[in-house]
């Protein structure tokens, strides 16, 4: 924070300004005082830019989208003059260090910092989308830190959900370290875009480092849309909530309030209380005050010495007490003061003068792009940053990682509709429901045409076109299931299948030098078709039910499935395996509350149950007792008139298939956390909860809580029930009586962690993360069988169990997966075909009889294992 220079205005609008904050090619922000006595932060543009019209329509977006914007956790607009000679912008001053400032400083922040930072800009995004809008560039240098919660600032290239653009097409926004693969490859970025940049924030904060590198520009992008986010310096459990916001499909990405819940399950304003920030940051935020409150006083006796404070801009002579004095934070040599205000310069120029400890602009200590300096502890203009944030990438070509990155582009600000859409309220359209998909077409039986068979081993073959070109069949009329049968009921408790773990461990290098004893079985046959979802194969009566983009189930032979035996069209692309209940193989349908019965015999439709538009049905969770079912979801409602619009509440269905009927039961705040992924027996719902517990509760009496162990934050979501016990991975392996939770046995890591889960007879297999491998123990008392080690593995997945052999893939999907002789641990083999297709990891299921389906990308290998 510097005094004011002569060429400074000293009044604009009703505010007095008191002193500079920060500077950047294209304006400054100054401290600012209210006829109130409010202290503010105001934003003005400089008066060559104030002659762009472009760059004012920019302006004027950004004052229409931040004043639209609520809640808690954002800072709000005061007052703004975009169309006056001099636009400017005042919001609230929050006097604290953005998390990029707060990191250089001090280097990574505590894990309940973190956890406490990810619940307060998860509520953040929850305000910004609740406004139909997209803010885009989410990163630690715009996000403050306050003694309250974190406060997400910088609405300048936020943009409408209904698709209007401010910018040109093709043109890239947002800061590279922290876009998410949507921008990077110039797709239109939605709301599930905020939250894997969300992801990237947290692990900034609790590393210290982007979690996506690449020197250049290009390499960089190609890391944000191909590459896994470096993680192996984020502790547990920050590791597993970040890796739900980095998905690379924005469809999968966990959705701001369930975000919210797992990083603060008994909610935000819990954990974001005096004290939430460690005493190093605490002590910047007493600095700013400090320092905020002498620039106030300063201003104070300049005014009283000459009498009165002047409004015209014209600056006299000042006191010998208002001359510059050493800042609380800038006073050690080699450190630049600032006191960061609650508005910045993304859309413009992400050089944003003052950042402590050499941090560069967009977040990475030491990095490209630090902010210039005009001399000890003074401010500069940022006209040394190596990226500016609004030029723009020539992202209406198609991707080249070899094509030099180019960053010196002019920015164009947009189309010449521009101001005429700003001239109108940001938002004239009811919201859409969050989670609400578009509409679909209904679902149809297909069959299929002939295509030509993949050749034994004939992985690297071209692709032909889709293995099956459906022909229409017409579908039965949909029964709709009455409003009046939804049931509300008071407990949580419905029947459930297992899930994977869908958490990162931390990573240590594999071994390299392990070799399997043989060559792979070569494919008995090859499955080519259009992407396949990242869900296993059900097997049924000597067939294999897999789900396909955009929509479809189709059934392979298990001896032959190169060509489909039917299609069905129309189905969810929720990542969950069907379920085979009710003498029927059951999906979700495309669009609302609906569920789609579906005759795996003849692809046939049996049923279709719609439970109107106040609900949304997101996951499958498992089926018991032969005709009920279990969903995770979404119950549509609208808050109070006060906060007025509309939001989810996360929700447990129990559907009755036989009475057409479901039961409505709000998940509990300690059961929302990471990924729910339950476990079933005919009578037991078995889950690790929101609080990293294992739960177990009834099915049969409106899921009353049986009991409930503490594990602790490295608690794996994915568990397994075998006979009697229930097991659950983390530091520890863990056997629990499922009747009473008493511990019947446990076995510790010695190094790392257990990371994914199976079980098969009377052996249950664990992930290991140091060394790589696989344990295996016996089910009944815990004793040690083998352990076998292998390369680095992709422990996000579970593991397969066969009749003689278990399968894990890789880490990298173009290393394929290994296979594992159950009886002596042996290393068999390792199969691949070769490809590296990004986020489309392999999905392998076993029936037990000596088939392996094994399914990466748009293909699907069948495999003889016996």
């Known amino acids: 924070m510097k005094s004011l220079r002569p060429e400074d205005p000293e009044q604009l609008g009703p505010y007095r300004l008191l002193a500079r904050l920060g500077a950047g090619g294209m304006g400054r922000v100054y401290l600012a005082r209210a006829a109130d006595g409010r202290t503010v932060a105001v934003k003005v543009i400089r008066p060559e830019m104030a002659e762009d019209r472009n760059f004012r329509i920019r302006f004027r977006r950004e004052v229409a989208a931040a004043a639209a914007v609520g809640g808690v956790y954002t800072a709000p607009v005061l007052d703004a003059a975009p169309d006056a000679e001099t636009p400017w912008l005042a919001t609230a001053y929050v006097p604290g260090p953005t998390v990029a400032e707060a990191v250089a400083e001090h280097g990574p922040l505590p894990v309940e910092t973190v956890l406490a930072l990810g619940a307060g800009i998860a509520e953040a995004l929850i305000a910004v989308h609740a406004e139909g809008l997209v803010h885009r560039d989410l990163k630690p240098s715009n996000v403050l830190l306050a003694a309250d919660g974190p406060r997400v600032i910088d609405f300048g290239i936020v943009r409408a959900r209904d698709g209007y653009e401010l910018t040109g097409d093709g043109s890239l926004f947002g800061s590279l370290d922290y876009m998410c693969p949507e921008q990077a490859t110039g797709e239109q970025m939605g709301p599930e875009g905020d939250v894997f940049c969300l992801g990237s924030v947290l692990a900034f904060a609790a590393s210290g480092h982007a979690p996506f590198g690449g020197a250049a520009g290009a390499a960089l992008l190609y890391q944000v849309v191909?590459?896994?986010?470096?993680?192996?310096?984020?502790?547990?459990?920050?590791?597993?909530?970040?890796?739900?916001?980095?998905?690379?499909?924005?469809?999968?990405?966990?959705?701001?309030?369930?975000?919210?819940?797992?990083?603060?399950?008994?909610?935000?304003?819990?954990?974001?209380?005096?004290?939430?920030?460690?005493?190093?940051?605490?002590?910047?935020?007493?600095?700013?005050?400090?320092a905020a409150a002498l620039a106030e006083r300063r201003a104070i006796a300049t005014d009283l010495a000459r009498g009165a404070g002047t409004s015209d801009g014209v600056r006299t002579a000042e006191p010998s007490a208002s001359a510059d004095a050493p800042d609380p934070e800038s006073s050690a040599p080699g450190r630049r003061g600032s006191a960061y205000a609650t508005v910045g310069w993304p859309a413009y120029d992400t050089a944003v003068a003052g950042e402590q400890g050499g941090a560069a602009a967009d977040g990475c200590p030491g990095g490209r792009g630090t902010a210039g300096v005009g001399g000890a502890g003074e401010l500069g203009d940022g006209g040394g940053r190596a990226h500016?944030?609004?030029?723009?990438?020539?992202?209406?070509?198609?991707?080249?990682?070899?094509?030099?990155?180019?960053?010196?582009?002019?920015?164009?600000?947009?189309?010449?509709?521009?101001?005429?859409?700003?001239?109108?309220?940001?938002?004239?359209?009811?919201?859409?429901?969050?989670?609400?998909?578009?509409?679909?077409?209904?679902?149809?039986?297909?069959?299929?045409?002939?295509?030509?068979?993949?050749?034994?081993?004939?992985?690297?073959?071209?692709?032909?076109?889709?293995?099956?070109?459906?022909?229409?069949?017409?579908?039965?009329?949909?029964?709709?299931?009455?409003?009046?049968?939804?049931?509300?009921?008071?407990?949580?408790?419905?029947?459930?299948?297992?899930?994977?773990?869908?958490?990162?461990?931390?990573?240590?290098?594999?071994?390299?030098?392990?070799?399997?004893?043989?060559?792979?079985?070569?494919?008995?046959?090859?499955?080519?078709?259009?992407?396949?979802?990242?869900?296993?194969?059900?097997?049924?009566?000597?067939t294999a039910l897999l789900k396909t983009r955009p929509g479809t189930m189709i059934c392979l032979d298990v001896t032959n499935g190169a060509r489909p035996k039917w299609v069905y069209q129309g189905i969810s692309l929720s990542p969950t395996p069907v379920l085979l209940t009710y003498d029927a193989a059951v999906a979700l349908g495309g669009t609302g509350a609906t569920l789609i019965g579906v005759d795996p015999a003849s692809g046939t439709e049996k049923f279709t149950l719609d439970f109107g538009e106040d609900y949304q049905f997101d996951q499958l969770l498992g089926s018991y007792d032969g005709y009920a079912v279990?969903?995770?979801?979404?119950?549509?409602?609208?808050?109070?008139?006060?906060?007025?619009?509309?939001?989810?509440?996360?929700?447990?269905?129990?559907?009755?298939?036989?009475?057409?009927?479901?039961?409505?039961?709000?998940?509990?705040?300690?059961?929302?956390?990471?990924p729910l992924q339950p476990v079933i027996t005919s009578n037991s719902f078995v889950y690790a909860d929101g609080l990293r517990n294992v739960a177990v509760r009834d099915t049969r009496d409106g899921g009353t809580l049986r009991w409930r162990h503490q594990v602790g934050y490295d608690l794996r979501p994915g568990l397994a029930v075998l006979g009697r016990t229930v097991f659950a991975?983390?530091?520890?392996?863990?056997?629990?009586?499922?009747?009473?939770?008493?511990?019947?046995?446990?076995?510790?890591?010695?190094?790392?962690?257990?990371?994914?889960?199976?079980?098969?007879?009377?052996?249950?297999?664990?992930?290991?993360?140091?060394?790589?491998?696989?344990?295996?123990?016996?089910?009944?008392?815990?004793?040690?069988?083998?352990?076998?080690?292998?390369?680095?593995?992709?422990?996000?997945?579970?593991?397969?169990?066969?009749?003689?052999?278990?399968?894990?893939?890789?880490?990298?999907?173009?290393?394929?997966?290994?296979?594992?002789?159950?009886?002596?641990?042996?290393?068999?083999?390792?199969?691949?075909?070769?490809?590296?297709?990004?986020?489309?990891?392999?999905?392998?299921?076993?029936?037990?009889?000596g088939h392996l389906v094994a399914q990466h990308f748009d293909r699907a290998y069948g495999l003889p294992v016996t």
């Open 226 to 290: 191909h590459g896994s986010a470096d993680l192996t310096q984020v502790p547990e459990p920050l590791d597993k909530i970040i890796s739900l916001c980095h998905a690379k499909d924005p469809a999968l990405r966990i959705d701001p309030d369930r975000l919210s819940a797992a990083c603060a399950p008994g909610g935000a304003e819990q954990v974001l209380t005096e004290g939430w920030l460690p005493g190093s940051v605490a002590d910047m935020i007493a600095a700013r005050r400090a």
């Open 630 to 674: 279990s969903v995770l979801g979404a119950s549509l409602q609208r808050r109070s008139g006060e906060q007025g619009v509309a939001t989810s509440t996360s929700t447990v269905f129990g559907v009755d298939l036989r009475a057409r009927r479901a039961l409505v039961i709000p998940i509990d705040p300690e059961d929302v956390g990471v």
């Open 729 to 849: 991975i983390g530091s520890e392996f863990i056997a629990l009586d499922l009747d009473s939770g008493r511990i019947r046995w446990q076995a510790k890591a010695e190094h790392g962690m257990f990371a994914s889960l199976g079980a098969g007879g009377n052996t249950v297999y664990a992930t290991g993360t140091d060394p790589y491998g696989v344990h295996a123990f016996n089910a009944a008392n815990g004793t040690r069988r083998w352990f076998c080690e292998t390369p680095r593995l992709n422990v996000d997945s579970p593991i397969a169990v066969g009749a003689h052999a278990v399968y894990v893939p890789a880490y990298e999907n173009k290393d394929g997966f290994y296979a594992i002789d159950t009886a002596s641990g042996r290393l068999l083999w390792n199969f691949t075909d070769g490809r590296e297709t990004g986020v489309n990891d392999w999905q392998l299921s076993c029936d037990g009889a």
């Open 388 to 542: 500016d944030a609004g030029r723009a990438h020539d992202a209406g070509r198609p991707y080249d990682a070899d094509r030099p990155y180019d960053a010196g582009r002019p920015y164009d600000a947009g189309r010449e509709d521009g101001a005429g859409a700003l001239a109108t309220a940001p938002r004239d359209a009811e919201l859409q429901a969050p989670g609400r998909r578009p509409q679909e077409r209904p679902g149809r039986t297909t069959v299929p045409d002939p295509v030509r068979a993949g050749s034994r081993g004939g992985v690297d073959d071209p692709a032909p076109e889709r293995s099956a070109t459906p022909t229409p069949h017409r579908a039965r009329t949909r029964s709709r299931v009455s409003r009046r049968t939804l049931l509300t009921a008071a407990a949580a408790g419905t029947a459930l299948i297992g899930g994977a773990a869908a958490v990162a461990a931390r990573r240590r290098p594999g071994a390299a030098g392990v070799r399997p004893a043989g060559p792979p079985p070569e494919p008995a046959w090859v499955f080519r078709g259009g992407p396949l979802l990242q869900a296993p194969a059900v097997f049924q009566n000597g």
